[in-house]
């Protein structure tokens, strides 16, 4: 079966490049589009994602962009933070993830590491990341010091999604989980904003950021902005999904709203199975061949 041309141009190309779709796509969501949808005031959506199920029902909810984020370190692999994490680890999940959507834009998180010497190592990681993890593009955190690697990362045909604000990779520089951006800081934020757009990012999440210097962002950038703990102004949202729907439990972050409690149906079914093991009511006949 053959594709539409819209499903197969490079990405922020293709024969509608320069004229705004009057919906959202039904094909693949690129970079572009993200943009036409600020310009026509659209607001969307974006969740993490680490494995093949996941992924799946969050394209088919109509989630637009999936990050395959450097929080996996703490979300999948059990570590107190994101730091840990490697390459060579979040790869196989950006390769199940990429695989399993027909819709959503796949970010590949770089991780700690992995892209701060020097433009070069950047790329050399980002090519890793979309060759063998299939990601469509990748985030970075940084701002006005990561110039030089969205520059080369841009050049070079790599899609860059950058990060500023509360920096995750940065906490111990930054003296642990704070919002930044507050008074006289501001203008660092706006700043940092400018920097990475003039680079070539094509969007750019802000992090534990009030709302009122996120909104003016906004308001200021050509391109989208991606809040998390950054109030309602924001062109997009994102959460780690765990947090979001419940998965995990304890003491969320302000800015996280659980919109279900999937640990509790988890607990619920896997005791109501283990019961049924223990006193043989399962399998019963019809479980048997």
Request: aromatic share 12%.
């Given at each position: 079966m053959t594709s539409k041309p819209e499903e197969t141009a490079p990405y922020g190309s293709g024969p509608d490049a320069t004229t705004p779709p009057a919906t959202a796509p039904r094909g693949r969501i690129r970079t572009h589009h993200l943009r036409e949808m600020k310009e026509r005031g659209e607001r969307f959506s974006m969740l993490t994602a680490y494995e093949q199920y996941a992924a799946q029902t969050f394209d088919e909810a109509g989630i637009e962009v999936l990050l395959v984020g450097d929080s996996a370190s703490n979300n999948v692999y059990g570590n107190e933070t994101s730091l840990p994490v490697t390459v060579d680890e979040l790869l196989p999940l950006t390769r199940a993830v990429s695989r399993s959507v027909k819709r959503a834009l796949v970010v590949g998180d770089?991780?700690?590491?992995?892209?701060?010497?020097?433009?070069?190592?950047?790329?050399d990681t980002a090519v890793r990341?979309?060759?063998e993890g299939g990601a469509h593009c990748v985030k970075l955190e940084g701002g006005r010091?990561?110039?030089p690697q969205i520059e080369l990362l841009t050049r070079g045909g790599v899609p860059v999604m950058a990060h500023i604000g509360f920096t995750p990779q940065s906490e111990?520089?930054?003296?642990?989980?704070?919002?930044?951006g507050r008074g006289d800081?501001?203008?660092?934020?706006?700043?940092d904003a400018h920097?990475?757009?003039?680079?070539?990012?094509?969007?750019?999440?802000?992090?534990?950021?009030p709302g009122d210097v996120a909104g003016q962002v906004t308001k200021e950038l050509t391109i989208p902005t991606i809040g998390i703990g950054a109030g309602p102004d924001c062109d997009a949202q994102v959460l780690v999904w765990q947090d979001a729907f419940g998965l995990r439990s304890g003491k969320m972050a302000k800015f996280v709203?659980?919109?279900?409690?999937v640990r509790a149906v988890l607990l619920d079914a896997?005791?109501?199975y283990a019961a049924e093991v223990k006193d043989g009511t399962f399998p019963g006949p019809e479980h048997t061949f």
């Open positions: 770089l991780p700690f590491g992995s892209y701060q010497r020097s433009p070069e190592q950047a790329y990341f979309m060759k010091e990561m110039t111990h520089a930054l003296g642990g989980y704070r919002v930044q800081t501001a203008s660092r934020i706006l700043d920097a990475i757009q003039d680079a070539g990012a094509f969007a750019v999440v802000m992090e534990m950021v709203k659980q919109y279900a409690d896997a005791r109501t």
